[in-house]
T-cell receptor, first 116, second 116 residues
Framework: NAGVTQTPKFQVLKTGQSMTLQCAQDMNHEYMSWYRQDPGMGLRLIHYSVGAGITDQGEVPNGYNVSRSTTEDFPLRLLSAAPSQTSVYFC???????????????FGNGTRLTVT | AQSVTQLDSHVSVSEGTPVLLRCNYSSSYSPSLFWYVQHPNKGLQLLLKYTSAATLVKGINGFEAEFKKSETSFHLTKPSAHMSDAAEYFCVVSDMGNTGGFKTIFGAGTRLFVKA
């Protein structure tokens, strides 16, 4: 039972490079989301999805793109990395469908990204 | 729009004394509320959740929280702190998003220090 799997665990990019952070879950969860965690700011929601083919912006979406072609996968794309995107990124999922807001989030172990 | 305010960025207690971590929220709907804990260099673990049933919610490791709608608060308490409780704690609200589902917003976190 893998739960939520994030890859890679660590990544160093140069300014302007692009990359994709991968997130996969095997729990058949409808809801998936991406957060970034910065010291003193908690976790801030980047993008989220309530099901395959549906995505929406969170609190800090600029500089990030997402898509949700399958229930299992929810990749996060950085098109042109900036030093301000240095952070720890967490993917999370829950069973929440559109009418179920009570399911807790299950988190991956995080990706530590450094942009130089 | 929903928001979560954790009133203390740091709380320091002595082992064996009570713990109080404060959280206020705003929501345009009837929200679900959660507390998560994050130990150093680890992912996030659910402590407890409020989902419009009993207003006093019991969680793992002796923690509990009381939902007070009139005060829009969801404070986390524990009668007697243990050294192992030292961690960062996040108050979380789940509320209506734009795509008909629910999105989850985190507070900035409260770091709990426990002195021997």
């Amino acid at each position: 039972n893998a739960g939520v799997t994030q890859t890679p665990k660590f990544q160093v990019l140069k300014t302007g490079q692009s990359m994709t952070l991968q997130c996969a879950q095997d729990m058949n969860h409808e809801y998936m989301s991406w957060y970034r965690q910065d010291p003193g700011m908690g976790l801030r929601l980047i993008h989220y999805s309530v099901g395959a083919g549906i995505t929406d912006q969170g609190e800090v979406p600029n500089g990030y793109n997402v898509s949700r072609s399958t229930t299992e996968d929810f990749p996060l794309r950085l098109l042109s990395a900036a030093p301000s995107q240095t952070s720890v990124y967490f993917c999370a999922s829950s069973y929440s469908g559109p009418g179920n807001r009570n399911s807790p989030l299950h988190f991956g172990n995080g990706t530590r990204l450094t942009v130089t | 729009a929903q928001s979560v305010t954790q009133l203390d960025s740091h709380v320091s207690v002595s082992e064996g004394t009570p713990v109080l971590l404060r959280c206020n929220y705003s929501s345009s709907y009837s929200p679900s509320l959660f507390w998560y804990v994050q130990h150093p260099n680890k992912g996030l673990q659910l402590l407890l959740k409020y989902t419009s049933a009993a207003t006093l919610v019991k969680g793992i490791n002796g923690f509990e929280a009381e939902f007070k709608k009139s005060e829009t608060s969801f404070h986390l308490t524990k009668p007697s702190a243990h050294m192992s409780d030292a961690a960062e704690y996040f108050c979380v609200v789940s509320d209506m998003g734009n795509t008909g589902g629910f999105k989850t917003i985190f507070g900035a976190g409260t770091r709990l220090f426990v002195k021997a």
